[in-house]
């Protein structure tokens, strides 16, 4: 079926820290992968996305590795700060301009 | 501010009245999506435009529901005679469909419905 999942619905981790955020997909016809930021009472922010033909995409403090082979999506954030507290969703696009959307994880960053 | 906006952000109405709902797109983006997004879950998708065109619309769009994008700039969502579960936020994005990023969608504030 179409669906992508999260593996974890809250992550909490300590200022500077990495943070590492996990995501499954089960259409392996999806050619392209998306990662939004969604603070409370705002509408989802691009972060950074990924092709099907890539397997790593770096942006400024953020990496997506896509492993095509288990159907894994992950975001890696470098130096977590407060900032970065928000809910996070995985989407894929299957070039029909959908994006489906999985259910979020929700990072909360302490001091 | 050149953001994708929504009005009104906020919406109260009681079981039975109609709805409608306005996005304004990022201007020049010739794609237009409305997406439904309950508490703790992803957005769905509802349905999308290129430019006047009506491209798609998923199955959660029941007959009550009707979206509309005139003259390809603004799109309005119109819900008739609201439920309880329509309860939810309404989100619009936009793209501009034939530059190589063209897959970035970037949404607007949402409107969030409370049907009591």
């Known amino acids: 079926g179409e669906s992508v999942g999260l593996h974890l619905p809250t992550l909490s981790v300590q200022e500077g820290d990495n943070s590492i955020i996990n995501c499954a997909y089960s259409?392996?016809?999806?050619?392209?992968f998306i990662w939004y930021k969604q603070e409370s009472g705002k509408g989802p922010q691009f972060i950074i996305d990924?092709?099907?033909?890539?397997d790593k995409r770096q942006g400024q403090r953020v990496t997506v590795l896509l492993n095509k082979t288990v159907k894994h999506l992950s975001l890696q954030i470098a130096a977590t700060q407060p900032g970065d507290s928000a809910v996070y969703f995985c989407?894929?696009?299957?070039?029909?301009?959908?994006?489906?959307f999985g259910t979020g994880t929700r990072l909360q960053v302490f001091p | 501010d050149t953001g994708v906006s929504q009005d009104p952000r906020h919406k109260i109405t009681k079981r039975g009245q109609n709805v409608t709902f306005r996005c304004d797109p990022i201007?020049?983006?010739?794609?237009l999506y409305w997406y439904r997004q309950t508490l703790g879950q992803g957005p769905e998708f509802l349905t999308y435009?290129?430019?006047?065109?009506?491209?798609?619309k998923s199955r959660l769009l029941s007959d009550r529901f009707s979206a509309e994008r005139p003259k390809g700039s603004f799109s309005t969502l119109e819900i008739q005679r609201t439920e309880q579960g329509d309860s939810a936020m309404y989100l619009c994005?936009?793209?501009?469909?034939?530059?190589?990023?063209?897959?970035?969608?970037?949404f607007g504030p949402g409107t969030r419905l409370t049907v009591t």
């Open positions: 994005a936009s793209s501009q469909r034939d530059r190589p990023s063209s897959y970035e969608q970037y």
């Open positions: 259409n392996s016809a999806s050619d392209y």
């Open positions: 990924i092709r099907s033909n890539m």
């Open positions: 989407a894929e696009n299957k070039n029909t301009d959908k994006l489906i």
């Open positions: 201007s020049e983006h010739n794609r």
């Open positions: 435009f290129q430019n006047e065109a009506q491209l798609e």
